[in-house]
């Protein structure tokens, strides 16, 4: 009789998590978004949560939580519970962040990395009227010939755009001037008017203009072309062997969230981004669909650090 009870309760001990996680979630949950709405993080982040509502027949709700270039939301998802009813969408800028700023509110270990959602890369761009360049080489070969006087635009010093501009002149052996801006629209807006001749702007700020003939791309940011312009080449295949830097978006629960209840969302994460119309949805506003495993997305992450990490000090910005 003993034995048969000993048997029972570890029977019953085995099948909690599986009860937890059949009844997650019971709640509205809610998915912490670092920026403005109406941004690609954002975009993103409103298409997971309807899917989720869909696939769980419990609200799923987006809230935006600004500042700090993406500090702010990411230390209030840092300290709240584990419990699963709490998520973080957010950029690349959670590994900048670390690497420009003593104190970022947060550490990777905070987090538990869920799955990498999207990605996109960041375009070099001329405006035609200003630069009759046609490819990335003649770019380096004018910058070179200017020493230094060739203006052009990105971000604010620090953003992930700054950092590709930063990183062809390291990696290519050339100097340019930087002029920052408070957003990728504004920059791109002077590109677009001529008030300034070369630009890195991101793919999905960029794609009505592709064809306006304003805007010549020489090449873009990521390892691969990009699907919606397969004809612009790779800054890597265009003369800068090993270049990348893309911008991508991921998804994050707290750490120490139950492992039954990860997968569960892991689970509906990679259903969600199988779904054709979704995966139309991210291209269509100028992302790549990924997904993948939580190993994979965490193995990801921490290189990306260490990258920006190592960037950030060769190029000589100090941490704030």
Known sequence: MQILLKRLLSIALLSIPLAFAQTYPDRPVRIVVPFSPGGGTDIIARM??????????QSVVVENKTGGNGNI????????KPDGYTLLVTTSALTINLALLDSTGYRLKDFTPLMELASSPYLLAVNPSQHNVQNVRELIALAQAQKGALSWA????????HLVGELLQSKAGFKMNHIPYKGGADA????????????????????AHLNSGQLRVLGVTSTRRAPQIPNIPTIAESGVPGFELPTWYGIWAVAGTRTDIV????????SILKNEE????????????????MDSFSDYVQRETNKYAAL???IGLKKK
């Open 73 to 80: 939301g990411a230390q209030f998802v840092a300290q709240a």
């Open 263 to 270: 997968e569960k969302i892991h689970a509906s994460l990679s």
């Open 154 to 161: 990105s971000t604010s010093e620090g953003n992930a755009e």
């Open 48 to 57: 997971v949560a309807q899917k989720l509502t869909e696939l769980w027949g």
């Open 278 to 293: 979704v995966r139309n949805k991210i291209m269509a506003i100028g992302f790549e669909p990924m997904g993948g495993s």
């Open 312 to 314: 950030t000090t060769s």
């Open 188 to 207: 791109l807006k002077d590109l677009l008017g001529g008030h300034v001749g070369v630009g890195v702007v991101s793919l999905p700020t960029a794609l």
